[in-house]
C-alpha cells in the first residue's frame, strides 16, 4: 500500500510524543558509572532527520551526553567498511545473544564467539579491528573521525566521563581477556579495551543522533553534509545488526511494539533508523532493567505509531512537503 506523509505530520508525531512523554517516571541512570548516576535524570529531548536534511527537535536536544553503548554502531560501520561485511561476520558474528549488553556467559555459550559488534565484547573485538594495526592514536583518529563524518559535526570525548569508565570497566576487563584466550582480540588487548572505553565515552548530542541514523537510513550519505560516509550496500548489513540486538534481551518486544531497528545506550540515548525515511534518537537517563531508556524507548515508539510505520508493513512511504 502506498502512504502519503507530509512534514507537518512528521513534526506535530514529533512534539506531541515529546509532551506525552516528559513526565513518565521510572527508571534509574546508570549508577555503576559515577559520572552517568550524577546527569540529570530530568533532561528529556527528540530529534528526527529526514532524507533531504530537515530536522525537527524538541527539548534538550543540544545536550551532550555520553554515547555509551550506541557508539557500537559506529564502530561497527567503520570496520565494516575497512574489512568488508564477510569479514565482519567471520570475525565477530551477527547474532543475538539474548542476554545482557556485558555478558561474559554470552561469550562461552557461543563457543568463543563475540555473536555481535553490538554487545560489549564484540564492540571490543571490532576496536581490535580497527586500522592501522598497533597504533592507538591512528586508530582512535579512524574513529572519532567516522563519529564526526557521520553525525555531521564534532565530536569530543567527556574527560570526566573517560576517567569514571576507566576506572570501573572491570566487566570489560575479564571480557577482554577472555576474548584474548580464545583468540578474538586482534590487536592488543589494553589498547583495544582503551579505545572501547574512549569511544563510549564521546559526548554526543540527540540531534547529532538523528543525523548518524538518518545517513544510515539514507544509505550512507550524510543528509545534512552531503557527505558520502559509507557505501550503500552496508546499511541493510547495520540496519539487520540493529534490528536483531539492538535492545538486548529487550530487542524482540521492542521490534514488535514499535517496527523501527534502534540501539540504546546506557547514557539514555537511543538511536532509531528508518530506512529511506527518516533517523530519530531521544535521550533520557533512567534505564531499564536491561539498560535502555524508559522515556527515550517510549518518545519514539510514540512517533512511530502515530505515523503508523513500521520496517514489516509492507508500505511504500513518501514524504511530501
Sequence with gaps: MKKTLTKAQIKQAVEEAYAECKDI????????????ANVNPDLFGISLTLMDGTVFSV?????????ESVSKVL???LILKQYGAEAVLK???ADATGLPFNSIFAILLENDHPSTPLVNAGAITACSMVQPQGDSWGKWEAI????????GSRAEVIDELYRSESDTNFQNRSISWLLKNYNRIYDD????LDLYTRQCSVGITAEQLAICAATIANKGDNPVTKQNVFAAELAPKITTLISSVGFYQHTGDWMYTSGIPAKTGVG?????????LFGVASFAPPLDDAGNSVKAQAAIKSIMN???LGVFNGDTVEIVD
Design 306 to 308: 502515530k505515523l503508523g
Design 59 to 67: 527539548g534538550d536536544t543540544d545536550y551532550k551526553f555520553g554515547i
Design 91 to 93: 570475525q565477530i558474528g
Design 75 to 77: 564502530t561497527a560501520i
Design 25 to 36: 517516571k521510572g527508571g534509574v541512570n546508570a549508577h555503576y558509572i559515577p559520572y552517568l
Design 144 to 151: 572519532i573521525n567516522n563519529f564526526e563524518a557521520l553525525c
Design 268 to 276: 539514555g540515548g537511543v538511536l532509531g533508523v528508518m530506512p529511506g
Design 189 to 192: 588487548v589494553e589498547m583495544s
